[in-house]
């Protein structure tokens, strides 16, 4: 294992250098597309016979990466508490009614709008894959992903409110997708064909409220702990300690890890920054978890490209991901265009929030991690195909194009935000 990690830290760094010195594209695409083409190679090699050896030796190292466990038990903690720590809790409350809906319900329209078009277009293009499961793939696909959101949108320029109300929606949303996909993978393994709803509801509860009053104890109880101190390389060990400890203890109780890094992340950044922390300490925990962000987030997407190489992708299976892609934006448009018209009355949001949020939804790592976590059978394949197509569009595609359209929908204010836009 320890061969096969330093092997991954080295490809890692090298794509990191290739991509600065080279390409010059935002980090996590152009690590990933670099990953890309290092796959397309050994496929290359595999189909002309130039040898077998290179395409053998790379399937069986990828083959002995749980992805699905690397992402959501090691790295996603990570991540996600890095995300929320620079994330302005003030900013955020502001925006809470918009975040708050478009986590829950936009999440729940989203896995049925797409779960059934999804039906549908298996069913067209002669691939069985029961109702069920196509709903299944609708709650792993609907949420916007917050490892690929956070770094991209930010390095696209997009003004404070709309990054914050992109980002905010990101950093919650997940909770509420692992919840329906948990839900509908059991009952859809169970095979009765029956949702229980009032069910899924009791799990949303233990799983979402649980994962908030944690964030909130856990943040809290560090944040007096650092209030008792002032020496950097213990506080930040604290913070390590509470994403370690915090994730595994919200794991063990049964309640969302996700959602708990997230609110304890908003603490840390928000409440301790101003009241417990030194300017040193803030220097140094800052740039520990700035650190942490960009290696795993360059390891995560070098994953995504080199799984290229597991995945049976056809032509069937490319024009079924792209048409749902169709879908997956069309159904977006609609849950973020109709509330914000509505809001509209009483409220002033910034000229293009609409197209921003739209194309800003991006699909990523998490999508493929679920994807991967459903059982092996006659239903998995086409549903990890799909999904995986689906992250590789949204991020090549509208991750390198959202810059652009910033600035084409907002001009020469993307840099600065509104001082009529409160809410």
Not at 95 to 115: D, E, H, K, N, P
Request: charge should be negative; proline fraction near 3%.
């Amino acid at each position: 294992m320890l061969n096969l990690a330093a092997l991954f830290i080295t490809i890692t760094a090298v794509c990191m250098w290739f991509n600065q010195r080279v390409l010059r594209l935002p980090p996590t695409i152009g690590v990933m597309a670099i990953g890309l083409v290092l796959s397309l190679g050994v496929i290359g090699l595999d189909h002309f016979s130039m040898t077998t050896a290179v395409a053998d030796s790379a399937e069986d190292w990828l083959s002995r990466i749980n992805f699905n466990s690397l992402l959501m038990d090691g790295m996603l903690s990570f991540l996600l508490f890095a995300g929320a720590l620079h994330v302005d809790l003030s900013r955020l409350k502001a925006y809470r009614r918009s975040i708050g809906l478009l986590a829950t319900l936009g999440v729940l329209v989203s896995t049925i709008v797409i779960g059934s078009a999804a039906w549908w277009l298996f069913q067209w293009a002669s691939i069985e894959v029961p109702y069920l499961y196509c709903l299944v793939f609708g709650a792993l696909i609907s949420p916007t992903d917050p490892i690929a959101v956070l770094g991209i949108m930010r390095s696209a320029g997009a003004p404070a409110d709309m990054e914050i109300r992109i980002v905010g929606e990101s950093l919650f949303n997940d909770g509420v997708a692992v919840v329906l996909f948990t839900a509908l993978l059991g009952t859809a393994s169970i095979g009765n064909g029956e949702i229980d709803l009032g069910h899924m509801g009791l799990l949303f509860v233990e799983e979402a409220g649980g994962g908030i009053l944690m964030g909130l104890a856990l943040g809290g109880l560090v944040y007096q702990l650092m209030r008792s101190i002032d020496q950097y390389q213990v506080e930040v060990m604290l913070s390590l300690a509470l994403v370690l400890g915090g994730y595994a203890l919200s794991s063990a109780l049964h309640v969302s890890g996700p959602i708990a890094m997230v609110v304890a992340g908003l603490i840390i950044g928000n409440m301790a920054r101003a009241g417990a922390m030194s300017d040193n300490t803030r220097r140094y925990l800052d740039g520990f978890w700035e650190l942490v962000d960009e290696i795993l987030n360059a390891v995560l997407f070098v994953l995504i490209g080199l799984e290229l190489v597991l995945m049976p992708i056809s032509l069937t299976a490319i024009g079924v991901a792209l048409t749902l892609v169709a879908v997956i934006l069309l159904s977006r448009l609609v849950i973020i265009g109709v509330p914000l018209r509505i809001l509209r009355r009483w409220y002033t949001f910034r000229k293009g929030t609409t197209r921003v949020l739209t194309w800003g939804g991006l699909r990523g790592g998490i999508s493929v991690a679920l994807a991967l976590a459903i059982p092996e059978g006659e239903f998995r394949e086409p549903l990890v195909v799909t999904t995986y197509i689906i992250v590789l569009f949204s991020i090549l595609v509208q991750g390198l194009t959202i810059g652009k359209l910033v600035k084409m929908v907002v001009g020469d204010r993307c840099h600065t935000e509104s001082q009529d836009d409160k809410h």
